[in-house]
């Protein structure tokens, strides 16, 4: 479930080069636009669980990460990554608003994007912090339509905080909870919060989307045709 072999890599290579690659990931999952595929939350959640359980080795020494060294190097990697992410946003913003409307571009989408940032940006920043995919392009966009860089980071702080920090104290916590649960099914368990922390955007997806998806199973997988649009009826013309 998670392609970063998080767990070999500690136990041949040792903390110092996983802090390395849990840095790298977190701050590029945070922001850079190509990192939205990356694993975040499986892998603090995995990196929590490690700090409480560790890697046993051959010689039966055991490895663990530092929860002390962890939470403000994830803190840190996840702040400056959205922070990397807004003055990418901000620097290729600009020239968005004076681009003519194409198949692929419309103006009056950035100008909607812009107003509903001026009014619930902050909110936005906090909650993408938990939504996979969303969350790399969530500070993009919000420096391309300029939202206040001071509220910006303000709120930036408070969700990196509350995600970087708060899931790996959740992954330790439940190294702890389940320490007796065979290894194979710690996945399980860190699956499950997956699914749960995206539920919400799946919920929103739906409520705002829900009769494009319909039309779409039903015309596309279904192979029923689409519910015809009813004609007008003439109107006669004035004697």
Known sequence: ???????DILADYGPAVAYCILFAIIFAESGLF?????PGDSLL?????????GVTLSTDEVVRL?????????????VLGDNVGYWFGRKVGPPLFKRPQSL?????????????YDKHGGKTITIARFMPFIRTFV?????????????????????????????????????????????GYYYLVVFGVI????????IHLWRTERHEILALV????????????????PVDPPA
């Open 45 to 53: 959640l995995l990196a929590g669980m490690l700090a409480y359980k």
């Open 139 to 183: 500070p993009i966009v919000a420096g391309a339509v300029s939202m206040d860089w001071r509220r910006f980071m303000f709120f930036n702080l408070f969700g990196g905080l509350l995600w970087a920090v708060g899931v790996t104290l959740a992954g330790y916590w439940l190294g702890h909870a389940f320490k007796d649960l065979p290894e």
């Open 1 to 7: 479930m998670n392609f970063i072999p998080l767990k």
């Open 218 to 233: 039903r015309t596309k997988i279904l192979r029923r045709p689409g519910k015809a649009t009813p004609a007008a009826e």
């Open 34 to 38: 190509f990192g939205f595929f990356l």
């Open 66 to 78: 530092n929860l002390w060294v962890l939470m403000p190097l994830l803190f840190a990697a996840a």
């Open 104 to 116: 692929l571009f419309r103006p009056r989408n950035l100008q909607a994007a812009k107003g509903f």
């Open 195 to 202: 699914i749960i922390s995206m539920l919400p955007a799946f």
